[in-house]
């Protein structure tokens, strides 16, 4: 019985209210017409006596140029997290990214949500909120949210009970109503957590943000590659493939002088030629100085389409993943950093 079949019957009422006030909520992006629903009268008053409120709500909205939208959500506790809506190359479309954590705990050198820390995970409950704030978005733009990725604030494989709740409630007819293969969980490579995904035997995606075709590289980039080596996050994720029969998206964030060198793009190749797996070049979104105090570059476009081009003569699938909304902080974590210090400031004030 779910917790709310079980709060119904406390309450006198019958557990059967359940399906139906869960397909509302979905199907008003998070608000609850009581009226619409005809309940016994007493149910009712209940309800709306004693239904908590939304766990989370707005606190800020940024939009770019190019539509880009990003959220920053005030959860119940005063903590903040990211959401972004991304439009798609066909115009009624728009694509969504989740924060699975607030803060994070991976250390990744180039990002500008770890400089926060890790505070805590998000629960499944937060993590649908976030998704039906931004299909209210995508709404109000008249379009229609069709894919949801987990690649927001957090490592979604480190909160992997919620991330799982939460997906199975998007990926539910009666509520998110997503396909599975419209949902994307994404990972700096933790391998128990892709052998887990691969257990639930749901036709999801799966992307790795590799950043690096050797370890060392990769271990200065992102410190959890001192824990998995690209070796055994590979094979995992190789697992993974032959069990889902997709490709898995393999992540690289092109950055100038450290990962971005004609030899380095062979060494990529070498790893992935005999996959099938297809990559995504990231442009990167300055966040400032990294955590050891480096300081990165975007790769030159000519220098990135030489990148490109390597991995294709070598029979390797790879795309340019668009830019999104330099302008308003799009990089993960920026929008939240730079919201808690303007508070920070009106406080002192
Ligand atoms: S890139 Fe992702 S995993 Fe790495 S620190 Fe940032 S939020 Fe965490």
Redo the contacts with the bound molecule.
Sequence with gaps: MSALEARLVAWGAKPSHAARLLRSFYAGNGTLDLTALRLPQGLRAQLEAELPGPAAELACRQVADDGTTKLLLRLADGRTVESVLMPDYRGERVAGCLSSQVG?A???DF?A??KTGFERHLTAAEMVEQFLALRREAAALGRRLQTIVFMG???PLLNLDHVLAAVERLADNRLGALGWRQITVST?GIVPGIEALTATGWNIHLAV?LHAPDDATRQRL?PMGRRYAIDDILAAADRFQARRGRPVIIQYCLLRGVNDAPEQAQLLADLLASRRMHVNLLHYNATGLGLRGAEYAPTPPEEAERFAAILRQRGVVAHFRRSRGPEIDAA??QLRRRFAEAETAAAAH
Excluded: I
């Design positions: 994070c991976m250390g990744c990002c949500t770890t604030m957090g490592e700096v943000s992102l993960c974590g």
